[in-house]
C-alpha cells in the first residue's frame, strides 16, 4: 500500500501557481458522489518547500486503506471482548463507479483550524484541472509529520461509512500520500501550525498496539498524508428557528 514516491519534477521550485480558480457545484448532488474516487493524484502547491524555502509543488498518489488496517473491540453477550479485524459484518459493496485516473492540481487558501493530529486548509482548483463532474468547495486536511496512522484510520472509517457521506459525514474525495525526499519539509504556511505538536510525544504505540500497520505508520516521519474533503458550513445558531431545509 505504499505510495509511489513523488517525480522529479515535482521539486522544481519554478512550476508557480499563476491564477486560481474555484469550482463552484452547479449540478446535482448526485455528480459531487460520482467524483468521490474519480481521482487518482494531487499535485499540491504551497504545502511543501525545499531547503532554500523554494515552494515544491507535491504530487500525492491515491492509497486504499485495507480492510483489516483498523482492529475493532467486538463485544457480544456472553463472550469474552475479542479483537477483529475490519468489519464485524461484511462491508457491503461500493455503489461508487471504478477508480478514475484524474490528476487534480489544488493550491493551499486559508487555514480553517488545526488539531493535535493534523490541520485544514482550503483548497482552490487550477484552472487547468478537467473534472467529470462538478466539486462542492474542498478543503485539505493534511496529517502532521508524526500522525500519519490517525489519517490512515480515518480514512478506513470514510470508506466504512460510505454510504452515509454527504447525508451525516462530508464527502471524502481520497486519502493521498508521498514520501518527502531529502530537504523537504512543510512550509512556512504550515509550520506555525505544527509547532505546538511537534514538541509533544507523539509516540501513539498504545493506540495501536494490536494493529501492525498502524504501529508502523506511527513510526514515520517522511510522508505527507492528506484526505481531500467537502467543505462544511459554519456551526448552525442555538436558539434560532431551523428553515424547511435544515429540519
Known amino acids: 500500500m505504499a505510495p509511489a514516491r513523488s517525480s522529479d519534477s515535482t521539486c522544481d521550485s519554478r512550476l ?5 480558480a474555484t469550482l463552484v457545484p452547479q449540478q446535482a448532488e448526485e455528480d459531487w458522489s460520482r467524483a468521490l474516487n474519480a481521482i487518482s493524484a494531487l499535485t499540491i502547491h504551497g504545502l511543501i518547500t525545499d531547503t532554500e524555502g523554494a ?6 498518489h491515491r492509497t486504499v486503506a485495507p480492510l483489516d488496517l483498523v482492529p475493532l473491540l467486538r463485544l457480544d453477550e456472553g463472550a469474552p471482548p475479542e479483537v477483529v479485524y475490519g468489519p464485524f459484518i461484511p462491508r457491503p459493496p461500493s455503489t461508487l463507479p471504478e477508480t478514475g485516473d484524474l490528476h487534480v492540481q489544488l493550491i493551499l487558501a486559508e487555514e480553517k483550524g488545526c488539531g493535535r493530529s493534523s490541520f485544514v486548509h482550503e483548497v482552490n482548483v487550477l484552472p487547468a484541472t478537467t473534472l467529470p463532474a462538478h466539486l462542492p468547495p474542498l478543503v485539505l ?3 502532521r509529520s508524526k500522525r500519519r496512522a490517525e489519517i490512515a484510520r480515518e ?4 470508506d466504512e ?5 454527504g447525508v451525516v459525514l462530508p464527502r471524502c474525495y481520497g486519502w493521498f500520500e508521498a514520501e518527502l525526499a531529502e530537504g523537504q519539509s512543510f512550509g512556512p504556511s504550515t509550520r506555525a501550525t505544527r509547532r505546538s505538536s511537534d514538541s509533544e510525544d507523539s509516540n501513539l504505540e498504545w493506540r495501536f498496539e494490536d494493529s501492525k ?3 508502523e505508520m506511527s ?5 505527507v498524508s492528506v484526505l481531500l474533503l467537502e467543505k462544511m458550513g459554519g456551526k448552525l445558531p442555538i436558539g434560532v428557528p431551523l428553515g424547511d ?3
Open 16 to 20: 508557480k501557481p499563476q491564477v486560481v
Open 55 to 60: 515552494n515544491i509543488p507535491m504530487i500525492l
Open 141 to 143: 486536511k493534511v496529517a
Open 155 to 158: 480514512a478506513w472509517f470514510y
Open 161 to 165: 461509512l460510505e454510504c452515509l457521506q
Open 213 to 215: 500497520q498502524l504501529t
Open 219 to 223: 513510526h514515520s516521519r517522511d510522508y
Open 245 to 247: 431545509d435544515l429540519v
